[in-house]
Antibody, heavy 117, light 112 residues
């Protein structure tokens, strides 16, 4: 059974960088796979942030205006998200997920990140 | 971006009654490989989403057969043949044909 778990600070100050790590178990990230970050502002819908292939290619939602980076560490079976210059609008539950066939089949439990001074 | 429009935004259903949720896309979701990448997810309060249906009508393992998906092009439907108490929550459609992949705003299902 594939499991994903997000970790990282729950509070980030405006203009600083949000950093999250997703630890994957039950599946080797060194095999052909795609890994994603998706977010959900409180009381709102879901927004796909980015995905990355285990081989290194990636794709980002243009709405993030180049503020997001994603990286994989297959030796640790982890991948990460960094979002720079955050504002209150970036307050959300951040989910890591496995993308498979242009959809998500496994989700993490989600990590609430609040942007506030 | 492809806009996914769900309707209704909320509905209240009696236990055992059937119901249908609609999802419409602003562009056709038929991809060049012949597949239509439309998925449905269910999210209970405080939980992460769970996929129910992928590629319009394929039910995920473990998903009860009271859930079914249909549609083509820009018009899609999730049908619950007989609502059970555990079905409450939000339902989201999602398209994976055009990047960035996008979700509908959700339909909230309440039990009467």
């Amino acid at each position: 059974q594939v499991q994903l778990q997000e970790s990282g600070p729950g509070l980030v100050k405006p203009s600083e960088t949000l950093s999250l790590i997703c630890t994957v178990s039950g599946y080797s990230m060194s095999t052909d796979s795609y890994w994603s970050w998706i977010r959900q502002p409180p009381g709102k819908g879901l927004e796909w942030i980015a995905y990355m292939h285990y081989g290194g290619s990636s794709n980002f939602n243009p709405s993030l205006k180049s503020r997001a980076t994603i990286s994989l560490d297959t030796s640790k079976n982890q991948f990460s998200l960094k979002l720079t210059s955050v504002t209150a609008a970036d307050t959300a539950v951040y989910y890591c997920a496995r993308e498979w066939g242009r959809t998500v089949d496994y989700w993490g439990q989600g990590a609430l990140v609040t942007v506030s001074s | 971006d492809v806009v996914m429009t769900q309707s209704p935004l909320s509905l209240s259903v009696s236990l055992g009654q059937p119901t249908s949720l609609s999802c419409r896309s602003s562009q056709s979701l038929l991809y060049s490989d012949g597949n239509t990448y439309l998925s449905w997810f269910h999210q209970r309060p405080g939980q992460s989403p769970r996929r129910l249906i992928y590629r319009v009508s394929n039910r995920d393992s473990g998903v009860p057969d009271r859930f079914s998906g249909s549609g083509s092009g820009t018009d899609f439907t999730l049908t619950i043949s007989g609502v059970e108490a555990e079905d409450l929550g939000f339902y989201y459609c999602m398209q994976g044909t055009h990047w960035p992949w996008t979700f509908g705003q959700g339909t909230k299902v309440e039990i009467k």
